[in-house]
């Protein structure tokens, strides 16, 4: 195997399926690092609402490219 091929280089995807998996994967991933990081700060309230809207838009976004994907 040479350093240029990739693990799974035989799937075929459009170029419109390899861009909503990236940005699944950059959504899925920011959502569980804002959720982790943001359970416990509940004490400023403005910040708690800031963390809790960003969780559900990016809740949203990993939906929306679930379905881009299909």
Do not use: F
């Amino acid at each position: 195997m040479r350093v240029g091929d990739g693990v799974c280089r035989h799937i075929e995807m459009s170029r419109k399926s390899s861009h909503a998996v990236v940005n699944l994967c950059i959504a899925v991933l920011l959502l569980c690092v804002l959720y982790t990081v943001g359970i416990r700060l509940t004490v400023p309230v403005i910040a708690c609402r800031v963390i809790g809207i960003t969780v559900h838009y990016l809740s949203l976004s990993v939906l929306l490219w679930i379905t881009v994907i299909n």
